[in-house]
C-alpha cells in the first residue's frame, strides 16, 4: 500500500502510515518499508520538515498563553528506534492537540532497529502540527553518531544504496536544523545532554578555566551543524547535547564522553537562579550509562531526580526507551528498564514534573545495523578513536548474521510462537 505525502498532512493519513510501518516491521524485510513510503514521499516530507525547523529558533520558546494556548505538554527522552515503544507512549499520553503539545527531547535514531520509522512517524506528527511538535536535537542526530551506531546503514538498508546515499545528506540538514531547547512557560528548560559554557571564553579558558553560559547565549548559539564537533562556533551545541550532570559541585571537560562538560549541584542552582528557572530536563542517559555511573541516581523507571534544591527547583533525566538497548552483545547484562514520558500541566506553572512509566512491547525479530563491539554505549563522542566500521554483510533479506547479536527473550518467544504458528 503506497501512501503519498499531500500537505497539508491529516491526522488520519498519520495514524495510517504509523499502522502501516507497525505491520510491516513484522514481515521480516526491511526494505519493504520503501513501498509503504518511498524514498520519494520520503524526500518530500524531509523537505517541508526541514523548511519548518529552519524557521525555528536555537532556542524554542513557548509560553502556553495568548494565542500559543495549551494546558499540557508531554516530555519524551530518548527512543532510539525503539518504534513498538514509541507507538505505545503515544498510545499512553495521547496525541497532539490543541491544547497538549509533545517536546521530543532527541535520541530518535541509532541503536534500535527501526529509526527510519521513528523518525517518519515524528516528522509526520511535525509536519501535522509544527506549533504542537517540537523535535529537539540529540546527540544522534548528528553524522558522527549516525554512522557508527546503525542510523546510515540502516536507511541504506530500508531504501537501497542509491535513494541511501540521496537521502542520508538530507537527514543531516534536518538534523542540522534541529533546535537545541526548549523553555516552557517562564520556569521551565528541556534540553538533551545538559548545561553548556558560556560563548564569551576563549578557547584556552573553556578548557581550563569554564563558566556557565546563559539562556540569551544559547538563544544566540548556532544550533551546531552536521556535525558539532563541541569547539568553536559549536561549542555550545556539543555541549547542550552531550554533557551530564555529576553528584559533587563543579564544571569541567566531560572526560568519560570526550565532549561536552560536566556539571554539578551548585552550578545547576546558579543556573537555575541566574535564569528564574526552577525546573530543567534533560535525557542522554539510558540504564547503561547509569550503571556505569552509581553514583547517580538510578534511571530504571525512565525518570530521576539528580539534582534537587526543593523550592528553589530541580533537574531531572528522562529515557523513553524501555528495554533498552534493543540489541547487546552475548554475553553482555540487560538491565530491562523501564521507561518514562513526563506530563507538565499549566497548574503548576509547567514547573512540576509527572512522569509515567512503561514497559516494553515484545518485538519482532529484526536486524542490529552497527558492531554491538563498539566499545560500549555511546561514551565517546567525534574526537575519541571511534570511527565507523568496515560495511557489515548484511543480508537484507532474511537476516542471516542473527548469531551476532542478542535480541531481547521476548523478540526470540516471539519467533518461536511463529515458527509454531
Ligand atoms: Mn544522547
Not at 140 to 147: N, V
Not at 222 to 239: L, T, Y
Amino acid at each position: 500500500m503506497a501512501m503519498e505525502i499531500a500537505l497539508p498532512l491529516t491526522n488520519e493519513w498519520v495514524r495510517k502510515l504509523a499502522t502501516a510501518m507497525e505491520a510491516n516491521t513484522h514481515c521480516s524485510v526491511p526494505r519493504r518499508i520503501s513501498k509503504i513510503l518511498s524514498a520519494t514521499e520520503v524526500e518530500k516530507l524531509f523537505t517541508a520538515v526541514a523548511r519548518v525547523l529552519k524557521r525555528e529558533k536555537t532556542l524554542v520558546r513557548v509560553r502556553g498563553d495568548g494565542d500559543d494556548d495549551f494546558d499540557e505538554v508531554v516530555v519524551v527522552g530518548d527512543t532510539h528506534g525503539q518504534y513498538h515503544d514509541v507507538l505505545k507512549l503515544f498510545e499512553l499520553a495521547g496525541e497532539p492537540e490543541k491544547k497538549k503539545m509533545f517536546v521530543f527531547n532527541g535520541d530518535f535514531v541509532d541503536r534500535g532497529a527501526w529509526g527510519v520509522e521513528v523518525l517518519l512517524l515524528l516528522l509526520a506528527r511535525k509536519a501535522l502540527a509544527p506549533e504542537r511538535v517540537i523535535l529537539l536535537r540529540g546527540n544522534h542526530e548528528t553524522e558522527f553518531c549516525t554512522e557508527c551506531y546503525g542510523f546510515e546503514r540502516e536507511l541504506s538498508v530500508k531504501y537501497g544504496k542509491t535513494a541511501g546515499r540521496r537521502l542520508y545528506p538530507m537527514f543531516l540538514e534536518l538534523c542540522a536544523a534541529l533546535p537545541l531547547a526548549c523553555k516552557v512557560g517562564d520556569a521551565t528548560l528541556i534540553l538533551h545532554g545538559g548545561l553548556f559554557r558560556s560563548a564569551s571564553l576563549s578557547k584556552r579558558e573553556a578548557a581550563t578555566n569554564p563558566k556557565l553560559g546563559t539562556l540569551a547565549e544559547l538563544e544566540k548559539a548556532s544550533k551546531g551543524g552536521a556535525d558539532p564537533i563541541g569547539e568553536g562556533r559549536s561549542m555550545i551545541a556539543g555541549d547542550v547535547l552531550w554533557s551530564d550532570p555529576i553528584p559533587e559541585d563543579g564544571l569541567h571537560h566531560n572526560e568519560n564522553r570526550g565532549i561536552g562538560i560536566q556539571f554539578g549541584p551548585a552550578q545547576t542552582l546558579e543556573f537555575l537562579r541566574n535564569e528564574n528557572l526552577k525546573l530543567i530536563i534533560r535525557s542522554h542517559e539510558g540504564p547503561d550509562a547509569r550503571h556505569d555511573r552509581p553514583e547517580m541516581p538510578s534511571i530504571m523507571s525512565g525518570f530521576c531526580v539528580d539534582h534537587d534544591f526543593g523550592e528553589d527547583g530541580k533537574l531531572c533525566t528522562l529515557f523513553s526507551a524501555p528495554n533498552y538497548p534493543q540489541f547487546i552483545e552475548v554475553d553482555d547484562l540487560r538491565h530491562n528498564n523501564l521507561a518514562s514520558f513526563v506530563t507538565l500541566s499549566r497548574a503548576t506553572n509547567f514547573c512540576d514534573p509527572v512522569p509515567t512509566s512503561f514497559d516494553a512491547v515484545p518485538r519482532p525479530p529484526s536486524q542490529c545495523y552497527y558492531e554491538l563491539d563498539l566499545n560500549g554505549s555511546d561514551a565517546e563522542g567525534p574526537e575519541s578513536d571511534i570511527r565507523p566500521h568496515e560495511p557489515l554483510h548484511i543480508d537484507v533479506g532474511e537476516g542471516d548474521e542473527g548469531a551476532r547479536w542478542k535480541e531481547d527473550e521476548l523478540s526470540h518467544k516471539l519467533t518461536l510462537d511463529r515458527d509454531q504458528t
